[in-house]
Structure formats: C-alpha cells, structure tokens
C-alpha cells in the first residue's frame, strides 16, 4: 500500500535507499536502531498532522540521532504529504526551512 498510493514512499528517495524499502514489511532498516551511527548533519522536519508517522516516533529518532549536528524543524499544522490545497503554504514553509538548514550547512542552493 505504502508504494501504490500518490505519495508512495519510493517517489522521495535514491535508488540505493529505494531498495530497502519497497515496502513497509519488506524494510531493512528500522530507524531507532540506525540513528545513533548517523554521521551527518541532520535536519528532521516534523509534520505536526502526520496521518503516517507519529510525532512520538520522530522524537525518538531525533533523540537517537548520533551526530551532534541535528536539528528539528517543528510545523504544526501539515500533514504526512502535504496534501490537500490548504497544504500548499505549509509545503512552502517547509521548503524555506530545509533551504536555510542546506544554506547554513554549505550547500549551494541556487
């Protein structure tokens, strides 16, 4: 279900991590156990309507996350995709806030 529906999870990732999550049972990496090798800089954006991922699991992963360098971006009102036309200035918000993140951590964003 999770790769048939209009947001499905293989439109938003490389075709390496693409791989190991065709689908939700099908997964080979569970991100509580993985966070604490991460060895990045990281930006968690959370979508406070998530209908997918709840709030208390994201807090747990960003929580775990190994590198000193994370930060969260907290937005209230967006859901998982944001789908939906009352979602398009939330989608916008979102953009800012990972182009300033990319901006600040060195990469050319123009």
């Known amino acids: 279900m999770a790769n ?9 990732t490389t075709a390496r991590s693409w791989l190991s999550q ?3 049972d099908t997964a080979q990496v569970d991100a509580g156990d993985a966070a604490p090798r991460v060895s990045v800089p990281v930006l ?6 998530d ?3 709840p709030t208390s699991h994201q807090a747990q ?3 775990a996350i190994g590198h000193q360098d994370k930060e969260r971006v907290d937005l209230p009102d967006p859901n998982h ?3 939906g036309t009352d979602q398009r200035s939330h989608l916008s918000g979102a953009a ?6 990319l ?3 060195g990469f050319d964003v123009n």
């Open 51 to 53: 209908d997918a991922v």
């Open 22 to 24: 065709w689908g939700l």
């Open 81 to 83: 995709y944001f789908t």
């Open 61 to 63: 992963v960003f929580e």
């Open 44 to 49: 968690m954006v959370v979508n406070g309507c």
């Open 96 to 101: 800012d806030n990972v182009y300033d993140w």
């Open 4 to 12: 048939t529906s209009p947001g499905a999870l293989m439109r938003f």
């Open 103 to 105: 901006h600040r951590h």
